[in-house]
């Protein structure tokens, strides 16, 4: 009778990643994310945030994915140590990034990795030829980072900008909206 149970449990797992490597098969949003259009990073945010749907996104350290479709569409998600992955959705900035006026700033700039580049051994991440931190080395060349701005005309919201530098090409840039307190009826 065990044998079989763990038989059953073993079928159900392949149909599971079978069914996940189909060419139809979908992962965040709905969509299917190419190596080069995902960014990832690490944050510590300050105060706890809730998204549009009412989602929280607690204080504290979080790992932060940034996923780009078609360059069109744009998904934040965040990952803490202890909760659910939360995701917010974002669209392509129009305006200026310096015509943002009265826009403060909550979290310093984060520089982030595509994951189509290799990450480096430990040992390599240590070293350093000119003695610099690593973020100041002058070989790596930071193609994206994000930027945390609180409104100082509406004090609840948060913006998060994403920018993505392309070889050659102007930058991108995404804005993902959130609030420090939950919007009436979405708690």
């Not at 609180?150 to 530098?165: C, G, L």
Request: charged share 25%; net charge positive; proline share 4%.
């Amino acid at each position: 009778m065990l044998i079989h149970s763990n038989l059953w449990r073993v079928r159900a797992f392949v149909l599971v990643v079978l069914a996940l490597c189909l060419p139809g098969s979908r992962g965040i949003g709905d969509e299917v994310v190419e190596a080069s259009q995902r960014y990832t990073g690490v944050m510590a945010l300050p105060i706890d945030l809730f998204t549009p749907d009412g989602k929280k996104i607690e204080k504290g350290r979080s790992e932060i994915e940034v996923y780009v479709f078609d360059g069109t569409r744009w998904i934040l998600s965040f990952l803490s140590e202890r909760k659910s992955r939360v995701v917010v959705k974002g669209n392509l900035a129009t305006s200026n990034l310096f015509s943002f006026r009265g826009m403060m700033p909550l979290v310093g700039t984060h520089y982030m990795r595509s994951i189509a580049e290799p990450l480096k051994t430990a040992q390599e991440r240590q070293f350093s030829k000119t003695g610099l931190p690593q973020y100041a080395e002058q070989e790596r060349d930071w193609k994206a980072a994000i930027r945390v701005y609180k409104n100082s005309k509406d004090p609840a919201e948060i913006v998060f900008i994403f920018q993505v530098r392309d070889a050659g090409s102007q930058p991108t840039r995404a804005e993902f909206k959130v609030r420090t307190e939950a919007l009436d009826g979405k708690r």
